[in-house]
């Protein structure tokens, strides 16, 4: 484990020196050195910790509450956790948020009692690393240093275009950091509070990105991503108070031990889950992640799709053993069901780039949500794998939208029109991404895949309606978004490549890590997810995907692959004339303008259907934010009263 102490300590020493420099190149060779050094310690880690793992126990557990390290952290983490609420403070303030300030008060203050008036509870090991562990690691490391060094070239193109934001990339890029080594923590550490800590670091660190560019909009919508967040902080103070307090644990592995029969284990499990919702944006607490678009493309690739969202569905994946059956399983399986399906659907009425990915990840997180709130080892399985597929996807398809964006001053899909021709790297990058979201044998329709089979098996037809309605609306945008890279009008030509090379290195190093995960997701599954699953369950989950299943999925692959040139064998030596478009009017010669009824030449636009008089945010978001928080309030009573009351489920 003494690897990643190093590790967590250098990503934060990383940190603090890309703050300190002010001088653009050093500043560039710190974030590129320091993150390849980065992931080169993260890779060395997993493989120690993979040969470490006890074969027994299937974990690793270090530092035991009596060592002195122990005494040290929690004196750190106490300060900590004072600076946070200090600098909430300041900056609600300054804004005049101050119902920030009660929220952040209501979460951290009990936390704080429970520190000075020694009956905070740290029994069994502070460090957790097990095979999820591993794969978190390699999401964060990989993923987050290769963004970083992304970050680099675009923020040097982002203020070129944005010479009305002031000029910060040092404490852009030196957050990144501290955000990565926050999610370390987090996903290392077994002692509850110490979770709670570094879940509220990335809070606060995303709340600082929002808002990178300090106009009216960043400023509302990054409190508006505060709040919702330390609402969720709350309802993790009410899980650790009643762990605590009633257990005697601070332990998160010896509360999952407890078992989903437990009297009153429900209660626990629902305000965790709370917490969950909130970090990962599902309805009703959607709002704040469509609003953090409005930060540099790299945070929202980092923050916002890959990692800090992710820590939300990872909470739910560790405590899914205590949802089966349950009143709070059932809660987040709801949930999590009916945000896969609405956000899907907001998402086909979109053409800005962005936005389709915002909804999508909301979809996405619901359908890992509600992998996680089934309880069962088949559904945990999936919900490990489409966080895996998604985090690297669409990372990916944040980094080229945004890479987009700096070449063409657009990120609006319309405006990718023929990109197969202006930027053939670039839409080949985009296409391998696409694929990745909704394409078998790609990784996140294998998941989805097995996913449904779950369901069925846990006899949950509203689930299984959720998915399959949901993954037609998905088909329908990511179709749509494909579609216009290949769909070329006359006379269209190449634009000048203006993309650092760094960035494109980045996203070919993406590009080829969603194609390895497509290769090896059996491998992952077997040698992973499935070691995980035995120590959860106590039993083996079964076979998830057949062969049988696999040769379906690349007899598919082999059929795409085939298209084009049965095109070209069904086209060759054809004789037909070439003859030009109808375009209401008589054509002016080049298809792309034509003679109006005046004489005038104007010119024509091939757009996408976006339905927004069906599926409109105007039209079904506020009624589909309604229906889920009525969802959550009579869900959660249910829950806590089911606890309260029964004591059992």
Known sequence: ??????????????????????????????????????????????????????????????????????????????????????????????????????????????????????????????????????????????????????????????????????????????????????????????????????????????????????????????????????????GFTVAILYNTLVYKNGSLIELIGKGADFRGIVIPVACLAFAAFTKSAQMPFSRWLLGAMVAPTPSSALLHSATMVKAGVYLLIRISPLMAGSQAGIMVTTLGGFTFFAASLLAISQSDGKKVLAYSTISNLGLITACAGVGKPAATWAAIMLLLFHAVSKSLMFLCVGAVENATGSRDIEDMHGLIVKMPKMAFVMTVAICGMFLAPFGMLVAKWAALKAYIDSNNVLLVIFLVFGSATTMFYWGKWLGKLFAVLHQSETLRDIIHKSEWYVMYMLTGLVIALCVSFPFLGQIFIEPMLWVEYGFKAGQIISSSDVRVMLMMLIMIALMPVLAIFLIFNRKEKMTMSYMSGANAGDDRHFVDAYGGIRPSYLSNWYMEEMFGEKKILVPSLCVAAAFVVVLMILSIGTGIGGGFR
């Open 1 to 234: 484990m003494t690897i990643a102490f190093v590790l967590f300590i250098f990503t934060l020493l990383v940190s603090v020196c890309v703050g300190l420099s002010r001088d653009d190149r050093i500043r560039e060779s710190i974030v590129t050195f320091g993150s390849i050094i980065m992931m080169v310690m993260d890779v060395i880690f997993c493989v120690w910790a993979f040969g470490a793992v006890n074969n027994s126990t299937g974990y690793i557990t270090c530092l035991m509450p009596e060592s002195r390290p122990v005494e040290i952290f929690n004196i750190v983490i106490i300060v900590g956790e004072i600076f946070l609420f200090l600098l909430i403070t300041f900056l609600s303030i300054k804004h005049g948020k101050v119902y920030c300030i009660l929220l952040a008060f209501a979460g951290t203050a009990p936390v704080l009692w429970l520190d000075f008036t020694g009956r905070a509870v740290e029994n069994g090991a502070m460090l957790r690393v097990d095979t999820l562990t591993i794969l978190m690691f390699l999401v964060v490391g990989l993923v987050g240093g290769l963004i970083s060094i992304y970050s680099n070239g675009y923020m040097r193109d982002y203020h070129h275009h944005h010479t009305d934001v002031e000029k910060r990339p040092w404490f852009f890029q030196s957050m990144l950091f501290l955000f990565m080594a926050a999610m370390y923590g987090l996903i290392s550490s077994d002692n509850i509070s110490w979770i709670f800590f570094f879940w509220e670091i990335t809070s606060t660190v995303s709340f600082l990105l929002i808002g990178y560019t300090r106009k009216e909009e960043a400023v509302n919508n990054s409190f508006k991503a505060l709040w919702m967040n330390l609402l969720g902080g709350c």
